[in-house]
Every structure is written in structure tokens, then in C-alpha cells.
């Protein structure tokens, strides 16, 4: 990796893309295990459901700072809390939804963000026919008020679901409205400033992946 | 991984998950470079688009028997054929789409599936309202029929886009159909044979993703 010395600094602190994938992973898991009154569970319990080694999930645990106790191994509490501090959903994120098509109402109803430390905070449109109707109880407001309305409501979060042709200039209006990161799912690579994250979610991307699984008989193998 | 040397032996074939990512990846900017007018292309240009090093781009197309040539780099008709035949995406996938709310007919717009090797063949959903009916020239057929008419039309992979409490039950009906792969969007953790393959799209995790490097202030740094 020749980078600039200052850069590969300031990615050195982070923790590697899979390991802040798999902490999503452990989060799901442990919430599983805390609904079915466990309060306790070792690396060992976790890397067999999750079909992982016992060493990684350690070793992901430990880059944050989480080392269970020996022969009782993890507090679920405990371990829950330091993973949401790790991925930063231990405070509430308001989520704007852009876009209010078939994706947005999906998006809209789905229950499992407000589970996760994401609430669905404002709905925007550029439809003249979808302004001022409401859905969720949020009325769906112009594409022009997006600016004002995230910064009123403390909005840095926004999921992109307009047409493909479309999401590079609402891409750009979002970023303009000081929206740091974007949750995009037109399927496109995003041209955006340097200081907005970008996680693109590609359903084709998603396809190949289980495709690939199939064509090579890997079966039912979530770790990989 | 202390794993028995035949499961062993049969992963260690497989490329790791995510170089199979990043070979979605590679795809989609083969596919930007292509409609650009290029025809060849170097690691090192891949490299820097993707932000990944030109050493690990090198390694992954390795993987694949793909070896840049001297001063000319790889010729993109051979890479993308390459990188799909890696895939299973060289030829055409019928995919099933089971469950027809917002999230089903939003899949059902969704371009992408047709330019990437998907093609979705048929949809099912269980509400009697909706049986019959028909959405882009698709008959929306009743969960009763999936077995027949994924076999009859050689379907093996399905979008799971059902609510999440009847979503391993639906499972388990399309597992019993023949279907081999599920593309899962409830949120939980699908119960299903070994021999079937799942990915799930899990919305949270993505969003945990985002806001992570949003926190972490990694901003716009697709290779991670």
C-alpha cells in the first residue's frame, strides 16, 4: 500500500471492513441470545452459530477492547454495549428517507431499523403529486427543503432511493445539505465529496455473491 | 480452524468472500470503462478507482487465472468474461421473487437484475388479493405453486421479500421447491438445509457500516 504516511495512519486506527462487518453480525446474534434469556455466552457458542473460528471472534472482539472472562466468557450486556459504542449506534442516528417510491415505502416500514439505533426522521420527494401527503405520520417534503429540515432535526444520515438516471445530482443536493453519509441504493458508484461516506447497498452485487454460493456448493455457510 | 480436513479441503478451493466482493466490484467498474469506449485497462487504473492497491487487485484477478499483459494491462472483454465465468454469471439466472409488497415490486423495477445476468421469472406471494393479478407481464401465482413452476421453469434462486414473522416458514416451502439459493431480506437468521445457499441483506448492518465510518470520519473510501 504506497499511501501517504499520514493516511495510512489514520486508517490504521480503524478496524478492518470485515471485522466491522462480522461486529454487525455479533450484535444480531447476541440480540437473538439476550431474547432467549441467555445473559452469558462464549466465543466458542458465537464462532458455532455464526460458523466462524473461535479465534476470530476473539480476536474481533479484542481489537475492541472486549476479552471475556475465563469460564464465563462474555457478559451480553456488557459485549452488546461495547460493539454498539465500536459502530457508533450507542446514541440514536435520524435517518432521512430520499426518495418515497416503492424502496422508500419499503424502507419506511421496515421495522428493524428502530431496533438498531436508526429512526426514520424525514421524507423527502420530488413528486408535486407525493409533497405534503404524509406517510408513518411524516409528511413528504420537497427535495429543496432538505438542507433546512436535516439540519433542524440534527439529520447526518440519508438513504438515497431515486431512479438511477436521477441519484448523482440528489446525491450532490444531499451532500450540499450537510448530510455526511449516504446510504445508497441506485447502482451506481457515487461521485461525492471526500468527507461523505458513502455505503452503497447493490442487489446485483448480492445476487452474484449467492450465485457464486450455489454454482459452488457452498451450501449454508454464513461466515462466508 | 479446526475443521474436518474434507470441509476443510473443499473451502480452501473457494475464494475467500471477499474476494468474491470484490470481483462484483471489478465487474461493475469493467462495465463504466466499457461504456466509456475503453478496451484495456491496468490493475493500477482498477486500483485507484476502487482505492485498493494495485498488489491486492493483482492477487484477486491471480485468483481467477487472470494475468495483466506487459504494457497493455487486461483486455476488458477477457476480464469480464473471466470475472462472470468465476461468478456463475455467465449465463442467464431465472430468479423467483416471493412476496409482493413494496419491497417485491420495487425488486421488480430494479433494472440491474436483467444487465447483470438476472432475470426474474416468476412471483409469488399468499394473499388472495394479489393472486392473479399481473405486474410487469408476470402472473403473481399463489406459494402453493412455487415447487411446479420453479421446476418448470428452472428456477434455483429466490428474493425472500416476505414479512419477517412468516419468513423462515416461507423458507423452509421455498427450500422444499427445489429452490438452492436465497437472497434473504428479513431481518433474521434464516433456519435452512446445509445444502442451500443464503446471503442476507441485512439493512441494518449496512447502516451500522455506514454510520461507523461516518463516526470514524473515513468518508468517501470505497475500498473499505
Known amino acids: 500500500m504506497a499511501e501517504k504516511s499520514t493516511k495510512s495512519e489514520n486508517v490504521a486506527k480503524l478496524a478492518p ?16 441470545l439476550q431474547t432467549a434469556g441467555e445473559t452469558c ?4 457458542k458465537i464462532a458455532k452459530i455464526l460458523q466462524l473460528s473461535d479465534a ?13 472472562h475465563p469460564g464465563i466468557g462474555y457478559k451480553i450486556d456488557d459485549l452488546q454495549a461495547s460493539i454498539r459504542k465500536a459502530l457508533g449506534t450507542d446514541k440514536l442516528w435520524p435517518l432521512a428517507i430520499v426518495g418515497f417510491g416503492n424502496l422508500g415505502r419499503a424502507l419506511m416500514r421496515y421495522r428493524e431499523f428502530d431496533r438498531h439505533g436508526f429512526h426514520i426522521a424525514a ?3 420530488s413528486d408535486p403529486r407525493k409533497i405534503g401527503s404524509s406517510a408513518n405520520d411524516l409528511e413528504i417534503h ?12 440534527g439529520i447526518s444520515i440519508a438513504a438515497l432511493t431515486v431512479p438511477a438516471e436521477v441519484a448523482q445530482d440528489v446525491a450532490i443536493e444531499i451532500t450540499n445539505s450537510g448530510i455526511r453519509g449516504i446510504l445508497n441504493f441506485a447502482p451506481i458508484v457515487l461521485r461525492v465529496p471526500e468527507a461523505v461516506s458513502v455505503v452503497s447497498v447493490d442487489l446485483s ?13 457452498v451450501g449454508n455457510q454464513p461466515g462466508r
Open 123 to 125: 421524507v423527502f420527494d
Open 17 to 32: 471492513r470485515p471485522v466491522v462487518t462480522r461486529l454487525s453480525l455479533y450484535l444480531r446474534q447476541l440480540e437473538i
Open 142 to 153: 420537497p427535495l429543496a427543503r432538505l438542507g433546512e429540515i436535516c439540519k433542524k432535526q
Open 56 to 68: 476470530q471472534v476473539r480476536k474481533d472482539l479484542a481489537f475492541f477492547g472486549q476479552f471475556g
Open 205 to 217: 452485487v448480492q445476487l452474484e455473491q449467492l450465485v457464486y454460493k450455489v454454482s459452488h456448493g
Open 41 to 44: 455466552v462464549s466465543s466458542n
